[in-house]
């Protein structure tokens, strides 16, 4: 299976501090994407990172992808309140039919 | 631009009665993915169209599931007759340039089979 995988499952922290999700997949992928979704909503794309990249940026998110050990990292620097949400990662696999499969996602809880 | 919208927000049916989803992709955007959310299976797809055609049903668990693409601004998935286990949280996505960018999904519809 393609299907991305997350880890934790759970991260529970503190506002100010840093929120790092990792993802595993198992085959050869032309980009990776992150989404966050709040609790009774739909998914909200965050970032896409290629094959051919090796970092990302986008205001406090990091993402970072390393295909030789097929994963990736989200990191939210100074995380807040409102970012409480699950993450889930979406792996969309080289040739064949380019559909984006997603993990289980992480659930991420910052407390104020 | 008022994103992908779903209806209804919330559905509650009884056992083998015949419900319908609804979709409205976003202008422009030629694909359109059905993707189903529950806590046991996590997020599936259930069925995607490439400008208006089917292309992938696979993820389709039975033939109680139908959907249609009439056109490009509307999209159906069907269930008849619906069961129990038909219980879950069903998206609906778009996007315009396939791979190379990013899903845009409904706040999705709730769907609850009692």
């Not at chain 2, 319908?20 to 059905?34: D, E």
């Not at chain 2, 997020?43 to 696979?58: A, G, M, R, T, W």
């Not at chain 2, 996007?95 to 960018?101: E, L, M, P």
Request: hydrophobic content about 30%.
């Amino acid at each position: 299976s393609q299907q991305g995988e997350e880890d934790p499952q759970a991260l529970s922290i503190q506002e100010g501090e840093n929120a790092t999700m990792n993802c595993s997949y198992k085959t050869s992928i032309n980009n990776l994407q992150w989404y966050r979704q709040n609790s009774g909503r739909g998914l909200v794309h965050l970032i896409l990172i290629r094959s051919n990249e090796r970092e990302k940026h986008s205001g406090r998110l990091r993402v970072t992808l390393d295909t030789s050990k097929k994963s990736s990292s989200l990191l939210i620097t100074a995380s807040r309140a409102a970012d409480t949400a699950s993450y889930f990662c979406a792996t969309v696999p080289s040739g064949g039919s380019y559909i984006p499969t997603f993990g289980r996602g992480t659930s991420l809880i910052v407390h104020p | 631009d008022a994103g992908v919208i779903q209806s209804p927000r919330h559905e509650v049916t009884e056992m083998g009665q015949e419900v319908t989803l609804r979709c409205k992709p976003i202008s422009g955007h030629n694909s359109l993915f059905w993707y189903r959310q529950t806590m046991m299976r996590g997020l599936e797809l259930l069925i995607y169209f490439n400008n208006n055609v089917p292309i992938d049903d696979s993820g389709m668990p039975e033939d109680r599931f139908s959907a249609k693409m009439p056109n490009a601004s509307f999209s159906t998935l069907k269930i008849q007759p619906s069961e129990p286990r038909d219980s879950a949280v069903y998206f609906c996505a778009s996007t315009a340039g396939g791979i190379r960018y990013g899903y845009t999904f409904g706040s999705g519809t709730r769907l609850t089979v009692v």
